[in-house]
């Protein structure tokens, strides 16, 4: 099986910064994408942001557009999540995402991590 361990979550002021992290583990897996959606109480989940790592190639949220940055440890098949500039609007629960083929056969599959809390307040 594939796990995703994620760390780095906590509790901020607006304007502070958290960095997350996403480490996958486990069987022999080509990543495609990682990186995390998030979940807002009352809302639903959503894209925080991914990446490609073969292609590095980024996608994020127009909300955190400019203050998060996505970036990858292929070798450790590790992302991690700048968020700089928090706002109280990205309080949510965070969770790790990945897909992929598996090496040995093709099949594509995909996982997800447990969530990390995230809470931007006074």
């Known amino acids: 099986q594939v796990q995703l361990v994620a760390s780095g979550g906590g509790s901020v002021h607006p304007g502070g910064s958290l960095r997350l992290s996403c480490t996958a583990s486990?069987?022999?897996?080509?990543?495609?994408?990682m990186g995390w959606y998030r979940q807002a109480p009352g809302k639903q989940r959503g894209l925080a942001a991914t990446?490609?790592?073969?292609?590095?190639?980024?996608t994020y949220a127009e909300s955190v557009e400019g203050r998060f940055t996505i970036s990858a440890d292929s070798a450790k098949k590790t992302v991690y999540l700048q968020m700089n500039r928090l706002q109280p609007e990205d309080t949510a629960v965070y969770y790790c995402?990945?897909?992929?083929?598996?090496?040995?056969?093709?099949?594509?599959?995909?996982?997800w991590g447990t969530g990390s809390l995230v809470t931007v307040s006074t």
């Open positions: 995402y990945a897909d992929g083929r598996r090496e040995d056969s093709g099949v594509y599959e995909a996982y």
């Open positions: 486990g069987r022999i897996f080509s990543i495609s994408t």
């Open positions: 990446i490609m790592p073969a292609e590095n190639a980024t």
